[in-house]
Nanobody, 115 residues
């Protein structure tokens, strides 16, 4: 069983920054296969960023150059640094980890970008 807890969301003005955190606990998971997704009102959940199995990172085109995923293995925590935020980044952000064929999700953290 894996538990994921996101934090760090909030209200920020366009052009601002936020750092989201996802603390993982349990067993059988690896931070190397964790990622971030988001879901805006009335839209489907979409991919944002993730680590790749070869040790790299991958990003959605809409956030490339603005968002950065990182991890702290000692704290079992994955981060999403979000810079140059835009109103269209407004969404609930979820972290995700795959353990075998099973997907685990956190409860989400709201990010609102508005002036």
């Amino acid at each position: 069983q894996v538990q994921l807890v996101e934090s760090g969301g909030g209200l920020v003005q366009p052009g601002g920054s936020l750092r989201l955190s996802c603390a993982a606990s349990g067993s059988g998971f690896s931070l190397n296969v964790m990622g971030w997704y988001r879901q805006a009102p009335g839209k489907q959940r979409e991919f944002v960023a993730a680590f790749t199995r070869n040790g790299g990172t991958t990003y959605a085109d809409s956030v490339k150059g603005r968002f950065s995923i990182a991890r702290d293995n000692a704290k079992n925590t994955v981060y999403l640094q979000m810079n140059s935020l835009k109103p269209e980044d407004t969404a609930v952000y979820y972290c995700n980890v795959m353990v075998g064929l099973k997907a685990y999700w956190g409860q989400g953290t709201q990010v609102t970008v508005s002036s």
